[in-house]
């Protein structure tokens, strides 16, 4: 709250009521609906304190403080909850014969031309990056766009010149493609064949995060064999779909972490398929988050966060705590001022942005300045 000074109460004719101070808990669509009401929905909540006449509990006057109005920067933020965890959700499904005698751990990473399992005397299935899913043998002569992620693979791999792959057709298996896979199959240690079985690799967008290992050693290499995710860091939000048009990919976030450490992010993505919930709650849309800074998400995988949401901002406000708002009989808000000597008087402001976060409220109102003093309810 912008610097406060405690003060006793103003002497009037009539004490003021200050009712039980709640901290305001307005979501993205109640501030849009303030904004719109002239923050009618937010007193709807008792966000604001009333007007008039009466005493405090007890019977005697009650305490109160006196905030600055401030010009600054102001942001409208709402908190939601999220989840923290990594993006993608794969499957590795063996196609070859063999029966699995080596398997890696649940965590362990295998990035690309790396091994995944290993079958019969350890010969080993490896891991290349694309979105086409292996269905036939490679070899000299082929084409399409198996074929292509192959040589682009060994290129980033550093077994192929890109120059060479291109100027032949990167969907053309060439005598490059079978020179480059014979040195990749050679560091492996497989049968130097310059052919690509089916089964001896496996193509996956990424790299690969093991989360579970469905088979056992001594199963059949042919079927399911393990499940991951990619190495993404990814936050999760299951957006009330009433929000949906309050929110937009490449808007800047906060992560809060479970220890309490903020970091920043960017929505990636607004979902806009809604899913029903269970037991009649509101209807949700998933928002993806991307954090800025990954490696202070250290491994923490399926954790609670809070992400607090910019959805509108102002670069120069006139800005009180909404505290100093007082909803008054004949409709409207008001702040009361104290001037020069301690005289007490009441200026009505209209509302613009609120930040939910930090419980602050952009108001104009004429004569309203910077520096001004107005009352607060004391904590």
């Known amino acids: 709250m912008p610097g406060t000074t405690s003060v ?77 965890g990594y993006a993608g959700s794969y499957t590795v499904t063996g196609k070859g014969s063999g029966t699995l005698t080596w398997l890696p751990g649940s965590g362990d990473v295998v990035r690309e031309g790396g091994v995944l399992y290993r079958v019969d005397n350890g010969t080993p299935v490896f891991l290349l990056y694309g979105t086409f899913p292996a269905w036939r043998s490679l070899s000299a002569g082929i084409t399409g766009e198996d074929v292509a992620q192959l040589n682009h693979d060994l290129v980033a791999l550093g077994y192929a010149d890109g120059a060479d792959i291109a100027g032949l057709g990167w969907g053309y298996f060439s005598w490059e493609t079978r020179y480059a896979l014979e040195r990749l199959q050679s560091r492996l240690g497989l049968a130097v064949t310059g052919a690509l079985p089916l089964g001896q690799a496996v193509f996956l967008p990424s790299a690969l995060r093991v989360t579970t290992v469905s088979a056992a050693l001594g199963d059949p290499a042919a079927g399911q064999v393990l499940t991951g995710t990619s190495t993404r860091r990814v936050v999760t939000i299951a957006l009330n779909a009433a929000q949906q048009t309050e929110v937009r990919a490449d808007d800047k976030v906060t992560i809060t972490l479970p220890d309490g450490q903020g970091t920043p992010g960017v929505i990636s993505s607004v979902g806009t398929v809604a899913t029903a919930a269970s037991g009649g709650g509101a209807a949700t849309i998933p928002v993806l988050v991307t954090p800025t800074g990954p490696e202070a998400m250290g491994t923490l995988d399926q954790a609670p966060v809070q992400v607090e949401i910019t959805t509108a901002s102002v670069s120069d406000a006139l800005v009180v705590p909404v505290d100093a708002l007082l909803a008054q009989a004949s409709g409207g808000y008001a702040v009361e001022e104290v001037a020069e000597g301690g005289r007490h008087h009441l200026v009505p402001v209209s509302l613009g942005l609120f930040d939910n976060a930090d419980e602050l409220v952009q108001v104009t109102g004429p004569g309203l300045a910077a520096g001004q003093r107005v009352v607060v309810p004391s904590v």
């Open 8 to 84: 006793p109460p103003p002497v009037r004719d009539q004490d003021r009521r200050r009712p039980r101070r709640r901290r305001i808990a307005v979501t993205v669509v109640a501030v849009a609906l303030a904004l719109a009401a002239g923050g009618a929905a937010a007193d709807a909540v008792g966000a604001f304190r009333a007007s008039g006449t009466g005493t405090a509990a007890g019977g005697s006057s009650s305490q109160v403080s006196l905030a600055t109005v401030v010009r600054q920067a102001l942001a409208s933020r709402t908190s939601v909850n999220a989840t923290l």
